[in-house]
């Protein structure tokens, strides 16, 4: 299965939520993440918090993050990115 959601550090601490918590907490339920930052799309295979800053350059984070469920079913369905 795949989902997509905005993730916006800025916007998860002024709601009361813990953007690193809520990061990781993803990381834990979901078999890849892929970021989509502009037009391209980039891998994220180990997701911390730590790492999604270095990633997208900046302290506060703003993209969108493609959720996929465990590879087995990610080829059952047949699912593709294309970079």
């Known amino acids: 299965m795949v989902g997509i959601i905005e993730f916006n ?3 998860l ?5 813990d ?9 834990a339920r979901f078999a ?3 970021v989509l930052q502009g037009n391209k ?4 295979p180990n997701p ?3 790492g999604l800053r270095a990633l997208c350059g900046s302290q506060e984070v703003e993209v969108d993050l493609i959720l996929l469920t465990p590879a087995t ?3 059952q ?3 593709r990115l294309r970079a």
């Not at 601490?13 to 939520?17: F, I, Q, V």
């Open 19 to 27: 953007p690193d918590a809520f990061l990781e907490e993803l990381a």
């Open 73 to 75: 079913l990610v080829e």
């Open 13 to 17: 601490r002024k709601s009361g939520a």
């Open 32 to 34: 890849r993440i892929v």
């Open 9 to 11: 550090s800025t916007l």
């Open 77 to 79: 369905f047949s699912i």
């Open 41 to 44: 799309f980039r891998d994220f």
């Open 48 to 50: 911390t918090p730590a």
